[in-house]
């Protein structure tokens, strides 16, 4: 006998394979985007370093001996030719962690780019702070409730009603997306497509008929279900010989590769990766950072060759909080900083350069109580991608109260 599914077991299901998340002010649309549309500008890819990555362990000032005096257990060995423990050397002055490799190649080809000493021009130590902060594109305003990626898809000259213009990879929203474009939750396609199994969505679809406001967005989210369903995840195979850790953060990217060629209307897909508040036992070239970083450089490296041609419309950049202080602590780790650094990837970057204005280590340029300090604000790097990348002119809707913001020089204009 066949069970007919409750409501509540409507909701715990929706939960599981993904589903809107909405603003109140929004109520479900049924006209999408037919399979081949794509957006205006790029497809942006923002990954989130959750807790804080220390930058300055990560893209390393090998060249400055204060990096050196600063550190003297956590330092990264300075570049050595044929030595794979060392760091890996970039333009003279800035090196790579030696578990960054996969990114050296992009770095050579010149489709990878760094912005140091980056970040928020609010002081905050605090991840909850600075993240909201960096989601909304408001430092120092909690006034605003909407996230920068959101209030770019509002402003955005163009209409786009896929389901899937929106996505946020994992089980929460990221704060980024937050608007009245409706944004698609994602954890993963298998489990978006309900496992294929028909009469379960039968079953589900049964509620639309009960008279709820409920039945909206059920009918809204079979509609996804459908579009998602032209993405035939047993049969694929990654491009360029790209292969794919089987951690989250490499999956997610996967998926946001195969949705990409799919065509069906994204514009903005949100990955996070966290564990990078490294208080304690940070490590040198083993341990949890240089296993962080292994991870994120492999499923970036795999995701850039799996896009083929399509990278020359996509566009990634990291964020992370904040960075970690100057000085290693007693701990084996750093604690909360000020300045960090951003990766920005794609087919129209300005690659082969670290960008952004060197504050240097030396005690008097330290900021507060020894952080590196910000010399460029965040928002000059996503101004650049969402004006020159993303075909979206409204920049002054998208970080009100910072207009006059500095062109860097990272991207290629579209």
């Known amino acids: 006998m066949t069970r007919k599914l409750?409501?509540?077991?409507?909701?715990?299901?929706?939960?599981?394979?993904?589903?809107?998340?909405?603003t109140p002010t929004w109520m479900p649309r049924m006209s999408f985007a037919p399979?081949?549309?794509?957006?205006?500008?790029?497809?942006?890819?923002?990954?989130?370093?959750?807790?804080?990555?220390?930058g300055l362990n990560a893209v390393i000032p090998h060249a400055e001996s204060r990096y050196y005096d600063l550190r003297p257990q956590l330092a990264i060995p300075e570049p050595k030719t044929g030595d794979d423990q060392s760091a890996i050397d970039l333009d003279g002055f800035f090196s790579l962690h030696p578990s960054l490799r996969p990114l050296k190649d992009l770095w050579d080809d010149k489709s990878l780019a760094i912005v140091h000493a980056v970040g928020s021009p609010d002081p905050t130590h605090s991840h909850f702070d600075a993240q909201d902060y960096m989601e909304s594109g408001t430092p120092g305003n909690k006034n605003l409730a909407t996230g920068w990626i959101g209030r770019h898809l509002e402003t955005a000259p163009w209409l786009n009603e896929s389901p899937f213009r929106a996505i946020g990879m994992g089980g929460i929203i990221q704060s980024a997306l937050r608007g009245q474009i409706p944004v698609t939750t994602l954890t993963s396609i298998a489990d978006f497509h309900l496992q294929g199994q028909p009469q379960l969505r039968q079953n589900m679809a049964s509620l639309y008929s009960l008279g709820s406001t409920l039945d909206s967005l059920a009918s809204e989210t079979f509609s996804a279900v459908d579009v998602l369903s032209q993405v035939d995840i047993s049969t694929y195979t990654p491009e360029g010989g790209a292969i794919y850790l089987e951690s989250d953060f490499s999956m997610a990217l996967q998926q946001v590769a195969q949705i990409a060629k799919a065509e069906i209307g994204v514009e903005v897909a949100c990955v996070d990766i966290g564990g990078w508040d490294t208080h304690n036992q940070q490590g040198v070239l083993d341990g949890a950072m240089p296993t962080l970083l292994s991870e994120l450089a492999t499923a970036i490296s795999a995701f850039y060759r799996d896009l083929g041609d399509r990278a020359k419309r996509v566009t990634l950049v990291t964020m992370s909080e904040f960075g970690r202080r100057a000085y290693e602590n007693g701990s084996g780790g750093t604690d909360h900083g000020h300045g960090g650094l951003i990766f920005a990837l794609g087919g129209n970057v300005n690659g082969g350069?670290?960008?952004g204005d060197w504050p240097g280590l030396a005690e008097e340029n330290l900021y507060g109580p020894g952080d590196l300090a910000v010399t460029t604000d965040f928002r000059d790097v996503l101004s650049e991608v969402l004006v020159k990348r993303l075909a979206n002119p409204n920049q002054e809707n998208v970080f009100p109260d910072y207009a006059n913001w500095k062109d860097l020089g990272i991207l290629r204009a579209s």
């Open 6 to 22: 409750s409501r509540r077991d409507f909701l715990k299901l929706s939960t599981a394979f993904g589903g809107f998340a909405l």
């Open 35 to 54: 399979q081949g549309v794509e957006p205006a500008g790029d497809i942006l890819v923002v990954v989130f370093l959750r807790g804080a990555i220390d």
């Open 353 to 355: 350069k670290v960008y």
